[in-house]
């Protein structure tokens, strides 16, 4: 189920450049949302993590380890043209399809971080800078 949302927030990686689209870390990898949520950037996947609100994503850039983060949001009218796919975990009947009760800590960081994923890659025509987090 797509999200009815218009925007979602990224914090980029340190390798990522927002002028050149985002892409996940392994396009053709085969994990499971359940994986990829809760081992994160631990494991590589085919799946681009996004948040669904502003400020979830400067919650989330606040923990990393080596800031300042960029923070970008992205069009998401524009991203259904380029025919990803979108799992919008902050939905609960996606939440329970993708993330068994049982991983409590996979469906912890999804509520937590209210996490949207995209699987495919973003153009840069759907992408815009928002802020360095710290500012």
Same mark, same amino acid.
């Given at each position: ?12 990686? /340190? ?12 396009? /053709? ?13 631990y494991r590589t996947s085919q799946f681009i993590s996004t948040c669904a609100t502003l400020e979830a994503a400067r919650t989330f850039a606040s923990k990393s380890r080596n800031p300042p983060k ?20 902050? #939905? ?6 993708? #993330? ?36």
């Amino acid at each position: 189920m797509a999200t009815q949302r218009k925007y979602l927030y990224r914090v980029l990686r /340190d390798d990522e450049n927002y002028r050149e689209g985002i892409e996940a870390e392994d396009p /053709d990898a085969d994990k499971t949302v359940e994986n990829h949520v809760e081992y994160g950037s631990y494991r590589t996947s085919q799946f681009i993590s996004t948040c669904a609100t502003l400020e979830a994503a400067r919650t989330f850039a606040s923990k990393s380890r080596n800031p300042p983060k960029i923070i970008v949001r992205i069009n998401v009218e524009e991203l259904k043209k380029e025919n990803v796919e979108i799992i919008d975990l902050t #939905i609960k009947s996606v939440l329970d399809k993708h #993330i068994s009760a049982k991983r409590t800590t996979a469906r912890f960081y999804a509520t937590k971080d209210k996490e949207i994923l995209i699987k495919g890659s973003i153009p840069p025509s759907c992408v815009k800078f928002v802020e360095y987090f710290p500012n």
